[in-house]
Every structure is written in C-alpha cells, then in structure tokens.
C-alpha cells in the first residue's frame, strides 16, 4: 500500500483520546472523578476517554512554516479490565513529524484519594515490519500506566511538530468509547491562509471564530459523544463519525506566497511534482522485456500481458522512507530488483504498456475504509493506494498488480464505488468512479446429481466460480498448505450433514487467468434419506447459504460485503424405480433490490430438480434493511425445512 499520511488525524484505537475534565488532569494533584456516576452512564465500557485536546498553532518563522499540535489526552478505567487499555503506543514517522516534550501520568486509586505516579519507562522502537514486507521510517513510543486498576486515570501530553504542511490532515470527533469533552482548535497569523471542510454528521459539535493577538483561532467543542459500536462486517469508523480536515492553502514569506493545498487542483498539483522525472528514460533491459512479451499481440492481449507478468514476477514488499512512501520507484529498478510496492507496481505496469504502445496512467485511489471523495477532503488522506489505468473499448480498465489473483476487466474488490484520480497528461487529471462488479458477474454455480442408497444420499457435482467470488477463493487456498486446503475444500463441498465425506475433489483453474475456478467432487451422506411407512423422505437442500445470517437488533452499524455476487444452485434427483413423487415443496421466494431469493421445485419425468438463486445486488445491507433482511431470513428457512416424499409402487 502506499503510504497513508495522517498527521493529527489518526485512526488507530489507541490514538482517539477524549475529555470529561474542564482541566487537564496532569495539572491538578487530585482529580476528582465520580466513578460510580461514570459506571451508571456508561455500563457497558471498559473504559472512557476523558479530556481530549488537540490544538494546532501554525507559524512563520524563519521564512519557514512551523507547525505545532499540542496534544493533552486522559482516560479512566471503568472496570477490572483496566489492563487491558494501559498499553498506550505514539505512532509517528521521522521524516514528517517529531515527538517532544511527552509526559504521561498514572493516578492510582487508594483510600485517601489518588497516588499519582508519573510513567518512567517510555521506550522508542520500530513497529516490526508486517508479514516481513512492509518496512518504514515509523517509530512509536510505547509505555503502559502503571498500576491501571478501576477507577484508575492515565494522562498523557506532548507536542507534534509536523514537518511538512502537507500531512496536516484533521481530527476526528469519535471513537469506539465514549468521549465526553473534545476539542480542536487551529491558530494562524495572517500571512497563512487556512480553511477547513467537515464530514459526517456535525450535529452537536459547535464551532467559534475568535482572533487573539492579531492571529486567527478557530476552535470545534463538543461533548457527550456516544462510543461507536465496533463490530464484525462493518464500515470503518471514519464512515460513521464527524471529522473536521484542515487546510493550508497557502502562506507568504519574505514577500513570495506559496500554494500548498486546499482543492483537487492543488493535491494533484503536488502529486504530480512527485512524479514529474519518473520513468523518463526507460532501460534496454525494460524495452525487451516489454517487447517480448507483446510482440504480434491485439491490443488486450498486450495488456494482458504486461499486467499478468507484473502481477507475477514481481514480489509485493514495502520500503517507504520519507518521500519514498508517496513517490514511486523507476520502473526501470522494480523490473530489475522483481519487487515493490503498490506505487511501484503500477510504475512498472504502466511504463511497459507506455512502451508496447498502449496509453497507461498512474492513479490515486481510496480503498474503501476510507469514506471521502476527491472534493470532500482533497488532501493525502483521502487515497491510500496506487494502480495503473487503461482506457479499452471505451472504458477505463483499473490494473492493480498487487493481487495476483484478480483478472483484467475486473477491479479489486476493495477499490470497488471509489474514486480514482487519473493523472492523464502531466497537466490534467480525471477523476472516475470505480464500478461496482455487478452481482451477475460474481457467481458460483453449484450443479448436482444426487441418488439413493438405502438410508444414504450419494452426490456428484461441478461448483463453478467466476469473478470476485474466483479471487476470494483463490485468495482463500493461496497460502495454504495442501492439507490445509483439503480441509478448507472438505469444508466448502460438504453437502446434508456432518456425516458427509468427500470422496472427490478435481479442481482445474486454480492457476489459470480468466477462465472459472471448478471444483468437480462426489460426496456421500449416510442416514441423510428418511423412511417411514414405506415413504422416503429428502430434504434436498444440502447447502443453506444464509441460514444463520440473521441480523441482531442490537446490531448499530450497516452490514459491509466485500463484493455483491449471484449463487446458483440446480440439484436432480432420478426418482428411484418403483416409486412415486407423493409431495413436492411449494415454489418460494422474496424479493428485495438489493437480496432475495428464489426456490423452485418440479417433476420431469423421472426426475425430481430443484433450482435454487441467492442474490446479494449491494455491498452494503444497512441498517434499515435489517427488518426485511430478517424476514428474508425467517422465509428461506422455512423453506429449507421442506422435503421431497417418495412412495414405493
């Protein structure tokens, strides 16, 4: 991934801290804090975030912009599992901002009142490297409150100088615990022009406009902010919260004015200066490379092409030092050195199709934990990620090489609804929706042949999958090993019960680029078939997809989907000789725009088939669905409990 600049607006766990306090806490000797009114308010939090304060002051000194966030941040710890929020981690990267000046204390409840000890032993590493293949200049200071008990209070302040006015981002009013004072505020003189945009609902968070010594202060407050429910399957919390982002648009020094950000026009002003001398010059070595592999080729076939043999032959690793998290590497140096990251990816893919002759742009892109358009917050946190571009037939083609498992037609299923801002020229850019993959290309078609044998059902069946739902699958085996994925086949082909056994399984197009993944398998399940007063029973819905889906009422947050998809099932069952079809189950279905489903029974001679249809049209099932979501649910299983009947003679 490229790197995401956040500076201030910071979005892990451990960096949201809130306020009760009308002081902080680490200026009085005795905080007084009602614990048991805290617990009565909150029942259901571990902890909360008292005084959370932020306050940026930008200056010109020098001729130079100087940019300080002073930040002041408490918590207290609401019931015995205090140990477990103790652990506080200060994220930070070198090159863009310095830590100063921090100070954090433990008040530890006793009789008498509160002992306060200060924390000692704060320690400065550098996070180990994800998975071995992400490695940056981020250091964090790390260090636990001690003696974090019920009733306890943690504080913590320091000073952030940012050193680039372009990682100035935000702050986010929110987090998934209760926040009860929050304050931002930014000061700035009048040679610096500053704005600001605001997101998500800002109902209750109240702004002033006020000038101190000839400066500009504009402050956000807000109080009695509800924890966001963190949950399974959701959205990320910055869908859901209210944020303000900062802008510098620009600042005079010694007589000269320099633009920095504030519009599209301006972020992709500066993301063009960091590519501006990038592949320019393009290597023999390249030139071969990329004649080798598209030489007497269509043009698809030579996008292909390229873009597989990225996606192949070079290896997803990260350095991203400084300006090397956001500047891409020469392709020229990917294609010797076979690895890279995003941003290098798309250097490599888009500079070999540039030579087979096929117009390729660099794009900014989004993935879908992040909520903002362009337009909304056009600034270094608004993308997160970089691909390469095609235009073919008419329709821009989005080539992300860091997954080697998707096709070329198809967009990864995490930029999906996200806006791509396209440097299509060194002066112009366009920004494009990503499209959603429509349901009717997501498929998984299951097709079987059943029979009896006496009490035991047997099966032979081809399941089929194509588009996203081939990558998730392919996603799902990569790293395995082979008895790993016996299992996980074992499970995905069990069919009836938990008696089922696998007897086969052939699959073809594992390794293979845009045709389906197959699965060709037999199965048998003893004690499936039920037999009673010489009738024979069969419920012939061996697999239940959504069964168990239904969705909570306490559930708060919308039901996130990684891609829509379309699930077919068509079953036959030969009736056996010398009985009759006695009962049939009634045709079911619901219909909803972005769910349903659909059951079909019939006779065709001596044969018995069953058409089964799941349709999921959304990525995103909200909240306000839920209830006819539910119904949806109460429906299918009701009609997963019907069976076929057979009578002898």
């Known amino acids: 991934m490229m790197r995401f600049a956040l500076v201030n607006f910071k979005v892990s766990f451990h960096f949201f801290f809130f306020a009760l306090l009308a002081t902080h806490l680490s200026a009085v000797a005795q905080p007084k804090v009602n614990l048991s009114q805290l617990k009565a308010k909150f029942p259901n939090d571990e902890m909360a975030y008292l005084n959370r304060s932020e306050k940026v002051a930008i200056e010109v000194v020098n001729g130079e912009l100087q940019i300080d966030v002073f930040h002041q941040e408490d918590r207290v710890f609401l019931d015995k599992r205090a140990s477990v929020f103790a652990d506080e981690r200060i994220y930070f990267s070198e090159a863009f901002q310095e830590i100063k000046d921090l100070d954090a204390v433990s008040y530890i409840p006793e009789k008498s009142g509160y002992n306060r000890t200060p924390v000692t032993d704060i320690k400065t590493e550098r996070p180990s490297p994800g998975g071995g293949i992400f490695f940056d200049d981020m250091q964090v200071k790390k260090f636990t409150f001690p003696g974090a008990k019920e009733g306890g209070i943690g504080t913590v302040s320091y000073t952030e100088r940012v050193k680039s006015p372009y990682m100035l981002s935000g702050f986010v009013f929110g987090n998934y615990v209760p926040v009860i ?246 002066d112009k850019y366009e920004i494009v929706p990503v499209p959603v993959v429509p349901a009717n290309q997501n498929t998984k078609v299951d097709s079987m042949i059943l029979s009896i044998d006496g009490k035991t059902l047997k099966g032979n069946g081809t399941l089929t999958f194509q588009g996203l739902w081939k990558t998730s699958l392919k996603s799902a085996v990569q790293y395995r090993s082979e008895p790993q994925r016996d299992e996980y086949y074992k499970n995905v082909l069990s069919r009836g019960s938990n008696k089922c056994a696998l007897l086969k399984n052939v699959v073809t197009g594992l390794q293979d680029r845009d045709v389906p993944v197959r699965l060709q398998y037999a199965f048998s399940v003893p004690d499936y078939v039920q037999e009673a007063a010489g009738e024979l029973f069969i419920n012939p819905h061996l697999t239940r997809p959504w069964a168990d889906k239904r969705m909570e009422e306490s559930r708060k947050n919308d039901w996130k989907h990684e891609f829509t998809h379309i699930e077919d099932m068509v079953t036959i069952l030969p009736v056996p000789k010398g009985y009759t079809v006695t009962n049939l189950p009634t045709n079911a279905s619901f219909s909803h725009p972005d769910f349903g489903f659909k059951l079909s029974y019939e006779q065709k001679n001596d044969q018995i088939v069953v058409r089964s249809q799941w349709t999921l049209n959304s990525l995103l099932v909200k909240k306000s669905s839920f209830p006819e979501w539910n119904k949806m649910v109460a429906a299918l299983n009701e009609a997963y409990s019907e069976v076929i009947s057979l009578k002898k003679g």
């Open 181 to 426: 004072n929050s304050e931002f505020s930014v000061s700035f003189p009048a040679s610096v022009k500053v704005s600001y945009k605001t997101y998500g609902d800002m109902k209750g968070i109240v702004f002033a406009k006020t000038t101190q010594n000839g400066k500009t202060v504009y402050t956000w407050k807000a109080q009695n902010l509800k924890a966001s429910p963190l949950e399974t399957e959701s959205l990320s919390l910055r869908h859901y919260v209210p944020q303000v982002f900062l802008f510098i648009e620009s600042y005079t020094a010694n007589g000269q004015t320099k633009e920095v950000l504030g519009d599209v026009q301006k972020l992709f002003n500066y993301y063009k200066s960091l590519v501006k001398d990038l592949n320019k010059q393009p290597s023999s070595q390249l030139k071969a490379l990329t004649d080798s592999l598209t030489r007497g080729k269509s043009e698809v076939e030579k996008i292909r092409s390229v873009y597989y043999w990225v996606q192949d032959h070079v290896k997803y690793i990260a350095f991203e030092e400084g300006l090397g998290g956001f500047i891409p590497r020469q392709a020229n140096d990917v294609c010797q050195k076979r690895y890279g990251d995003c941003k290098d990816m798309a250097s490599l893919t888009s500079s070999m199709l540039n030579l087979a002759g096929i117009p390729s742009y660099l794009v900014w892109i989004g993935t879908r934990d992040i909520p903002y358009k362009y337009a909304e917050n056009p600034s270094m946190s608004v993308d997160n990620h970089m691909i390469a571009a095609v235009k073919w037939q008419g329709k821009w083609q989005f080539l992300d090489a860091t997954d080697d498992r998707i096709d070329f037609g198809l967009p990864t299923s995490h930029i999906q609804g996200k806006e791509a801002l396209i440097m299509t020229s060194e």
